[in-house]
């Protein structure tokens, strides 16, 4: 590629360039939903059993 053209890239890795348009444009407007508020708690508790699901399988193994 660089060898048909003739020119050398100037950088190997950079940041991608964001659209103008769409920089802080999310809407924070309904995070305090109880709809919103409702779906954290339970992928909360979701997360919490499957830690302590994940510890007590572990520490079974590693104790026999």
């Excluded at 048909?4 to 309904?30: N, Y």
């Amino acid at each position: 590629m660089v060898y048909r053209s003739g020119t050398c890239p100037e950088s190997i890795v950079a940041m991608p360039s964001l659209p103008k348009e769409t920089f802080m444009a999310l809407d924070f407007s309904q995070i305090f939903n109880a709809t919103l508020i409702t779906v954290v708690i339970a992928f909360l508790f979701v997360d919490i059993f499957d830690t302590a699901g994940t510890l007590m399988g572990v520490g079974r193994l590693g104790a026999s």
